[in-house]
RNA sequence: GCGGUCGUGGCGAAGUUGGUUAACGCAUCGGAUUGUGGCUCCGACACUCGCGGGUUCGAGCCCCGUCGGUCGCCCCA
């Protein structure tokens, strides 16, 4: 039997809960717009080698990705993160040439990866990123974790941690490493199997172990900050005295080490610390990274960015009981009573939509009480009846629904009517009660 | 990729040791109220109990497989 389930880790969206992606949506293109970054969209897949670069040892490019051989035998892939395809952007249409730089771009993008789905965790996601390109300045780096902050914040969410960290320049960071296979080289043989695994893929993960951090070996491994330069140390320090001006708080973390390979300097990331969030918390996280731009034949500017993941967002803000779903209202539902009047209501809303009101009617003639319960659930403010007496006289019953007014006009007098009680309501409300009363037939 | 758990009408949710017509609540539609919602009462509303196969005289209940959700691990947004 065919399977017409939606695929594994996606979901389809829509009702309610697409109202949430676009408050969010919109939230994120009103405040990139007022801190300067300009939107860019590149394709959702590339090939697969932009992903896939040497040294890459992370899971998210070397088993999480959907990747596939089209027609014309090309290796392409879906893409797994935002920053990559940026990036060969930025150098393929030499945006480096930009006279005003640091050039600031933000994304909002789905993500494919190909891992077991939770809470929090899709195998389609979507991002909002942002990428800054340019000579490296501790500003940049601030200025990008205040953003990501803005946007969360302006959300409603307050129970969120800013951890930060530096991971110093390339040369420091492989010499790191190499200290760490070394001191772990004996010890490694009794941690448990994933650190067997991530000795030889990555290092420096084996510190942020759950099981073997109690290990004497792991209170005894080198520490990263010893290995930085002094500039590496400078540099962060900076950092954090501008985020401390700004009144952000963090909280530097040495085990931070993030998953993707590029990452030089500061890393962090933006956790939820509610209970509720289970163990997908980290909302947004991201980094600097000195040489992604040059690996892509482009000159030598390092980068900054981070990752927010919506569905992330959106079960951090669930769990703060933040609700983004706003009451939808509409301006007139139109109530009819008979063929004849619903073909009439039909031409009437025809009519009044043209003219800017939000109307609604019933196509299929249900009772007088459907129709009012429709009315409703769509929060109408007027109901507008035709019955046959209305038919027959050129007329309307128009009723606000708040103060249960009514009024019978005729039908040349609807659209002035709406227009006083409508726009009325939104100058002063309480004037509009007092008015109303007098008007009111019956 | 590993381990646990779950999958019954649009939604929530009963369903006992397998036994004829699969509770109930919400929502929806109709009526009481032949032209006015939010209360009340009456009535209506399931081709597939995720899907496929098996055991059985008989399966939502048992077995196998499969798809999906969810939780933990891994990893990460």
């Known amino acids: 039997m065919a399977n017409y389930q939606v695929p594994r880790g996606t979901q389809d969206l829509f009702g309610s809960e697409i109202r949430k992606w676009q408050r969010i949506e919109l939230l994120v293109r009103q405040l990139t717009d ?24 992370s899971d998210v490019v070397n088993k999480e990705m959907y990747t596939f051989i089209d027609k014309g035998e090309r290796s392409l892939t879906l893409k797994p993160e935002g920053t990559a395809g940026i990036i060969r952007a930025f150098v393929e249409n030499k945006m480096y040439a930009n ?6 771009l933000f994304y909002l993008s789905p993500c494919f990866r190909y891992e077991r789905p939770q809470k929090g965790r899709m195998r389609i996601h ?58 772990f080289k004996e010890p490694i043989g009794h941690f448990c199997a ?8 990555n290092p420096l993960r084996i510190l942020d172990c759950k099981i073997d951090h109690e290990d004497p070996a792991m209170i005894s491994a080198p520490k990263l900050r010893d290995y930085l330069t002094d500039d590496s140390k400078a540099y962060f320090e900076s950092v954090l ?42 909302v947004f ?29 959106l079960v951090a803000l669930e769990a703060e009981k933040i609700d983004l779903t706003e009451e939808e209202s509409s301006d007139v539902y139109i109530v009819s009573m008979g063929q004849e009047a619903t073909e009439y209501a039909y031409q009437l809303a ?18 007088f009480k459907a129709q009012f319960k429709s009315a409703e659930r769509k929060k109408a403010k007027v109901a507008i009846i035709i019955g046959e007496d ?45 008015e109303t009363q007098g008007e009111t037939h019956e």
């Open 350 to 367: 025809n009519f009044l939509r043209l003219n800017g009101f939000v109307t609604d009617f019933d196509y299929y003639a249900r009772s």
């Open 285 to 313: 996280g991201g980094g600097r990274y000195d040489d992604l731009v040059k690996d892509f034949g482009g000159p030598e500017l390092s980068g900054i960015g981070f990752g927010m993941g919506i569905e992330r967002l």
């Open 99 to 104: 006279p005003d730089s640091p050039t600031k």
């Open 390 to 434: 209305e038919m027959k006289n050129g007329q309307a019953v128009l009723k606000k629904i708040d103060t249960q007014t009514q009024v019978t006009v005729a039908e040349g007098e609807i659209l002035h009517q709406l227009s006083h009680w409508l726009d009325e309501e939104h100058i002063h409300d309480e004037f509009c009660d007092v």
């Open 194 to 201: 994933d650190c067997q695994r991530r000795y030889q893929q």
């Open 241 to 282: 005295k501008i985020l401390k001006a700004s009144d952000i708080d963090v909280e530097v973390n040495d085990k931070l080490v993030r998953g993707l390979d590029y990452y030089t300097h500061t890393v962090f990331e933006v956790v939820s610390v509610n209970a509720d969030m289970g163990s997908q918390s980290t």
């Open 126 to 183: 979507h991002q909002f990123g942002i990428e800054v390109l340019g000579d490296k300045n501790p500003m940049i780096d601030a200025e990008v974790i205040s953003l990501g902050l803005s946007v969360v914040q302006s959300l409603g969410l307050k129970d969120l941690k800013v951890l930060i960290n530096t991971l110093g320049d390339k040369d420091s960071r492989e010499s790191y490493k190499t200290a760490l296979k070394e001191h």
């Open 34 to 57: 007022v801190f300067g970054y300009q939107e860019i969209r590149t394709p959702e897949f590339e090939h697969t080698e932009v992903f896939n670069r040497e040294n890459d040892s």
